[in-house]
């Protein structure tokens, strides 16, 4: 088998293309969710600590000078980070439990028993059944 035939049978299998499809998703997903945080959860957070932009917090392990930009350690930053990782796995833990009770709904349901055949099916079914026999 050659090599892009090999490839194209990979890359058309429907996980691949599944995959493709939540990356994007969850890409788009995350920018929705970067803007909630960033423009509505940390500005009422930063108002309640006294007005301060978790962005801007950091310490300066050495201070700029000249051409040569200060060193510091931006935990701000990490605080940000911290608080949209902790809205995001909360929103995709709803979602796959979301998605898990209701495919447990659907398993749950009994299925219905087969219908029986009229009673000419069924003596109709005997007599060849006999017939075969002999």
Sequence with gaps: ??????FR?????G????MAVGIIIGTAFGKIVK????DIIMPPIGLAVGGVDFKDLSVVLKEASG???AVTINYGNFIQT???FLI???????????INHLKRKEEAKPTPPPATP????????EIRDLLKDK
């Design 35 to 38: 803007s909630f945080v960033d």
């Design 118 to 125: 009229p009673k000419e099916e069924q003596l109709l079914t």
């Design 67 to 69: 051409e040569v930009a």
């Design 15 to 18: 996980n691949v293309v599944d």
């Design 1 to 6: 088998m050659s090599m892009m035939k090999e």
């Design 9 to 13: 049978e990979f890359a058309v299998k």
């Design 88 to 98: 995001i796995a909360m929103a995709i833990f709803m979602a796959v439990r979301t």
């Design 82 to 84: 911290l608080v949209d």
